[in-house]
């Protein structure tokens, strides 16, 4: 994992916003694959104001590294949860009265004042509360002795279209949510809707606080907010270095004679003598299935096409016709070699999903190694 990659797309972002906005670094799902604490301890060292997970146990994990930022909790907590993990310095996103109430009883009994950020639902339909109740849902927060610290939202239509009418709308209820809110509690701190496709393109976003996440890591959210820059900007300014490269050891080298077939269901047969090298990941490390017999790795810089089903803890690589390849050498399941480059993106496609997720569930497992 780059950190140079990592310093310089939060570089990027601190030109691209307003210079009063903050940023939030969002490591959940272990950092987007590369790694809680690799993460969180560069953030900290590059200013970021806060880290934003999804659960109690990344708290829990951050806290244990050492890492002492604020943090916002953005996914549901149990009452238990809430006693565990949350103390001054954790924020939680809230939107239900039973968070409210675990929330004051933990305040009572550490006696101090606990953050809560207010969760508005403005057009996504899953977590959150409806614009009208943000103001009633915060004074309740202030009466049970806690600290309305934020109101955010969450864009639902702003990577997977270049109309963002919808986006706007959303951006309308927000500002009469927040609206009511500092109404209701007076002003408040932390105002955040933009997620990484939003603090890419649209300075109305930015509020007090945003929200990056798979940009921090050096990939743009879809190829419709590419075209969005590009149509709003051309082709200046941004960037984007992504952070990960995934590699292995070539296993083995098998000779396989033509016509053999490979694999589990038998599904490839050369159509010539051929050398595979054996890669010793597979889809527990987070290679998906879905590849078999159309992605590519890269060995000596050059494209070795992946042949016969990916199995749990092997892939099958055809070096046939790069020369020198012995075991031991290196193969890129992502990243650059030389001048070829394997990107998160290109197996997203050929896996029929998206970067994020073939990020995400690279296995905990696999070891990270953080290089300048």
Known sequence: MSLG????????FRGLLNPETALLAVVKANAYGHGLELVAKA??????TMLGVHSAEEVTALRKAGVRLPILVMGYLTAAQ???????????????SEVLDALAARARRLGVRLPVHVKVDTGTHRQGL????????????????????GVATHFANIEDTTDHTYAFLQLERFRNAVAAVEASVGRVRWVHAACSAAALLFREADFSMVRIGISLYGHWPSKETYLSWLLAHGRDGVKLQPALAWRA??????????????????????TRDTTLAVLPVGYADGYPRALSNRARVLVHGRPAPVVGRVCMDIVLADVTDIPGVVEGDVATLIGADGEERVSAEELAELAGTIN?????RLSPALPRIAAE
């Not at 990659?5 to 990027?12: D, F, K, M, P, V």
């Not at 953030?43 to 970021?48: P, T």
């Open 5 to 12: 990659a990592l310093t310089q797309n939060l570089s990027l």
């Open 43 to 48: 953030c900290l060292a590059e200013g970021v």
């Open 249 to 270: 050891r070539v296993g083995q080298l098998r000779p396989v004679p033509r016509g053999a077939p490979i694999g589990y269901g038998l599904t490839y047969r050369p």
């Open 130 to 149: 409806d614009p009208a109740e943000a103001g009633g849902f915060a004074a309740a927060a202030k009466r049970m002795g806690l600290e309305v610290a």
């Open 82 to 96: 809430v006693d565990q993990v949350v103390d001054r310095d954790v924020h939680v996103l809230a939107s239900s």
């Open 356 to 360: 994020y997720e073939i990020l995400a």
